[in-house]
T-cell receptor, first 116, second 116 residues
Framework: AQKITQTQPGMFVQEKEAVTLDCTYDTSDPSYGLFWYKQPSSGEMIFLIYQGSYDQQNATEGRYSLNFQKARKSANLVISASQLGDSAMYFCANNAGGTSYGKLTFGQGTILTVHP | GAVVSQHPSRVICKSGTSVKIECRSLDFQATTMFWYRQFPKQSLMLMATSNEGSKATYEQGVEKDKFLINHASLTLSTLTVTSAHPEDSSFYIC????????????FGDGTRLSIL
């Protein structure tokens, strides 16, 4: 069974600063994928970044980077140069098997608020 | 990028009504789609996996006779909430994935269902 834990119900950051959103996971599968999604108040789920368990380097996508520490089973999302539009709910998710068509297990989510 | 369309975006109806929600993959074929339910400020809970041409796979605790899923083509899955009651009021969101490689799941914009 997969389990994703996001221990920060809410985070606040000043505009233009960086913020780290925590995510730890628990899986017995040797091959898995980790995802981050953004959910604005309007409800849609926006894919941000993906990390495969066998990837040698941490994933990066523009202002988003993933701090992947396999031994610690953590996959923290780093948002650099925060913008007001980054205010949203952020979900970490995991799928087993290493292919991303499998079922996703989501964490509890973190509400990020960016202050001007 | 891959687009998933979900319709309707909002439904308000009387108790006892059956409501159908459509999920379409617009520019790719999806043999598997997923249906989630989300309560306010909470995480996404997987309800069922919709499989093209075969029966859906329901998660534990989800009533299959209550939430009917049909995946008749490679681009369309439907969720019908039968004889809806106020406790069925929620945000329902579907997802689908392109085949191959490290493709993430893409989500529809969700449906806010309110049963009076």
């Amino acid at each position: 069974a997969q389990k994703i834990t996001q221990t920060q119900p809410g985070m606040f950051v000043q505009e233009k600063e960086a913020v780290t959103l925590d995510c730890t996971y628990d899986t017995s599968d040797p091959s898995y994928g980790l995802f981050w999604y953004k959910q604005p108040s309007s409800g849609e789920m926006i894919f941000l970044i993906y990390q495969g368990s066998y990837d040698q380097q941490n994933a990066t996508e523009g202002r988003y980077s993933l701090n992947f520490q396999k031994a610690r089973k953590s996959a923290n999302l780093v948002i650099s140069a925060s913008q007001l539009g980054d205010s949203a709910m952020y979900f970490c998710a995991n799928n087993a098997g290493g292919t991303s068509y499998g079922k996703l297990t989501f964490g509890q989510g973190t509400i990020l608020t960016v202050h001007p | 990028g891959a687009v998933v369309s979900q319709h309707p975006s909002r439904v308000i109806c009387k108790s006892g009504t059956s409501v159908k929600i459509e999920c379409r993959s617009l520019d790719f074929q999806a043999t598997t789609m997923f249906w989630y339910r989300q309560f306010p400020k909470q995480s996404l809970m997987l309800m069922a996996t919709s499989n093209e041409g075969s029966k859906a796979t329901y998660e534990q605790g989800v009533e299959k006779d209550k939430f009917l899923i049909n995946h008749a083509s490679l681009t369309l899955s439907t969720l019908t909430v039968t004889s809806a009651h106020p406790e069925d009021s929620s945000f329902y969101i579907c997802s689908a994935r392109e085949t191959g490689g490290r493709q993430p799941q893409h989500f529809g914009d969700g449906t806010r269902l309110s049963i009076l």
